[in-house]
T-cell receptor, first 110, second 113 residues
Framework: RKEVEQDPGPFNVPEGATVAFNCTYS??????FFWYRQDCRKEPKLLMS???SGNEDGRFTAQLNRASQYISLLIRDSKLSDSATYLC???????????FGSGTRLSIRP | ETGVTQTPRHLVMGMTNKKSLKCEQH?????MYWYKQSAKKPLELMFV???????ENNSVPSRFSPECPNSSHLFLHLHTLQPEDSALYLC????????????FGPGTRLTVT
């Protein structure tokens, strides 16, 4: 089983739709969780951290469920510019214990 | 953005060649990382340096040799690579090992022939 598992997609949704991704992690000792965004042929960039209480940043909402060991990302009112690959990341006790998922590809159509 | 730069951006090398990848960060960070990103596979952490000291080597073959002369520069020396080593090699930095956010460079697209 992969340490961090994501549905690879692609998710193809119309502009304005709401889309949600889930990500599961296998190491219960993981302490921190993140969503990164990677555009085609570009480097990953931090989208948001994921806190136990859930957090929201504009149209983006991230949630963590430690009991079930999954994190989620919700994008509301999707824009064409949201088209990218979204990487789920779990981190252990130090920055050196970082595990990336393979990513979920999202394509927003006009 | 020029926070983390990498050179060269593209590299084609034969299996008997020796080459080096360079990474430089202009963010005043103390931790630097090398990652490998192959097609259809997740990013794999290769090496971690904190204040110039290597803190992590994730079972990387010895044909990859990192060097960190100071907190701003990181090198990856390559020799006798295999075709399966062809990938995007990404450098990243963070303020320190406790800091969550990593800033990535644009990567070096490596092809081994």
């Amino acid at each position: 089983r992969k340490e961090v598992e994501q549905d690879p997609g692609p998710f193809n949704v119309p502009e304005g739709a709401t889309v949600a991704f889930n990500c599961t992690y296998s190491n219960s000792a993981s302490q921190s969780f993140f969503w990164y965004r990677q555009d085609c042929r570009k480097e990953p960039k931090l989208l948001m951290s994921v806190y136990s209480s859930g957090n929201e940043d504009g149209r983006f909402t991230a949630q963590l469920n430690r009991a079930s060991q999954y994190i989620s990302l919700l994008i509301r009112d999707s824009k064409l510019s949201d088209s990218a690959t979204y990487l789920c990341v779990a981190r252990g006790s130090s920055a050196s214990k970082i595990i990336f998922g393979s990513g979920t590809r999202l394509s927003i159509r006009p | 953005e020029t926070g983390v730069t990498q050179t060269p951006r593209h590299l084609v090398m034969g299996m008997t060649n020796k080459k080096s990848l360079k990474c430089e960060q202009h963010l005043g960070h103390n931790a630097m990382y090398w990652y490998k990103q192959s097609a259809k596979k997740p990013l794999e952490l290769m090496f971690v340096y904190n204040f110039k000291e290597q803190t992590e080597n994730n079972s990387v073959p010895s044909r990859f040799s990192p060097e960190c002369p100071n907190s701003s520069h990181l090198f990856l020396h390559l020799h006798t690579l295999q075709p399966e080593d062809s990938a995007l090699y990404l450098c990243a930095s963070s303020q320190d090992l406790r800091e969550d956010e990593q800033y990535f460079g644009p990567g070096t697209r490596l092809t081994v022939t």
